[in-house]
């Protein structure tokens, strides 16, 4: 339930704070004459990332065994895929995000109606995607056949909206590269643990070998069915008896990836002394 209460509140806050700032800049410059647009634009987008998440859902049903395990493994992979690459570049932006927004809006401005809906869509429809195609991937991995994956993914959709609503009012001060960073950590070890049971799910479908090549197994230590079990499943999607490709999967998946993420950035961008001009050496 933790892990899809953080994917909820990360996604969530991301959009959230997309909203909150496209809404504060129309507010402050007077256009408040442009909102009914953004809303429609925020609107449509959620509306798209529900419906696509109940297509997933309730699509999925009607196919045999092997196609749901193919289509789930393959899902997982691509989920994972997006969300890496969403927390790095959040990572990267988040700093900027505001700048980055205003310019786009000023732009929608100057175009009318129609590019203000666009605007308001492609920056929340994003999000909303990425999060309704990462939620089902978590959740199909984690499901035991109870609601609490779907109630940890609802309660960090609605924390976000909460602090997206102090962070507009002023009341909440949020380091925003901080808060991606840490987070985005985190969201890497879920996404490695997604993205072992979606080789598993292609393994199921016969698409990948080694089924009954099984790692270890120690279930009789850890119970799945203990409190213990089910919190190391809902938290890292932690399997006691994975085969060989799940755990080769995990750890070329995890220790580079968290590795370079959480690599210090100034490395990348520390400048590089210049040479002193010949006036100055002349002088010395």
């Known amino acids: 339930m933790f892990s899809n ?8 806050l991301e959009a959230s704070l997309v909203v909150c700032i496209l809404i504060a ?3 402050k410059t007077d256009r ?4 009914k647009p953004i809303w429609i634009g925020i609107g449509t987008a959620v509306a798209i990332a529900m419906g696509f998440g109940f297509a997933l859902e309730f699509g999925s049903q009607e196919l045999t065994f092997e196609a749901q395990e193919a289509l789930g493994g393959s899902l997982s992979v691509i989920a994972v ?17 505001k700048a980055e927004l205003h310019g786009k809006l000023d732009a929608a401005l100057a175009m009318g109606t129609g590019a203000l809906v666009a605007t ?18 978590s959740v199909h991995a984690a499901s035991d056949g109870t609601p609490r994956p779907l109630v940890g993914v609802a309660l960090g959709l609605l924390t976000a909206v909460l602090l997206g609503w102090l962070f507009y009012r002023g009341a909440l001060k949020i380091n925003l590269a901080k808060f991606f960073t840490w987070t985005g950590g985190m969201l890497v070890v879920v996404a490695a643990g997604v993205l072992a049971y979606g080789f598993h799910d292609l393994q199921e479908a016969n698409w990948i070998p080694g089924i009954r090549n099984q790692a270890f197994d120690i279930s009789d230590t850890i119970e799945p069915d203990s409190w ?9 999607n932690f399997q006691p008896d994975p085969t060989v490709v799940q755990v080769t999967v995990w750890l070329l998946y ?16 520390r400048k590089t002394p210049q040479p002193t001009p010949p006036a100055v050496r002349d002088k010395v």
């Open 228 to 236: 213990y079990g089910t919190l190391l499943k809902g938290v890292f």
């Open 25 to 27: 800049y129309l507010v």
């Open 32 to 35: 408040k004459d442009a909102l």
């Open 5 to 12: 209460y953080l994917i909820g509140l990360r996604e969530g």
């Open 120 to 137: 308001a869509f492609l920056a929340v429809g994003r999000e909303g995607l990425e999060t309704a195609l990462f939620v089902w991937a």
């Open 81 to 97: 895929g997006l969300v890496t690459w969403m927390v790095f570049w959040m990572r990267r932006t988040a700093r900027h995000l």
């Open 254 to 269: 995890l220790i580079p990836t968290l590795a370079v993420f959480l690599a210090p950035t100034g490395l990348l961008t």
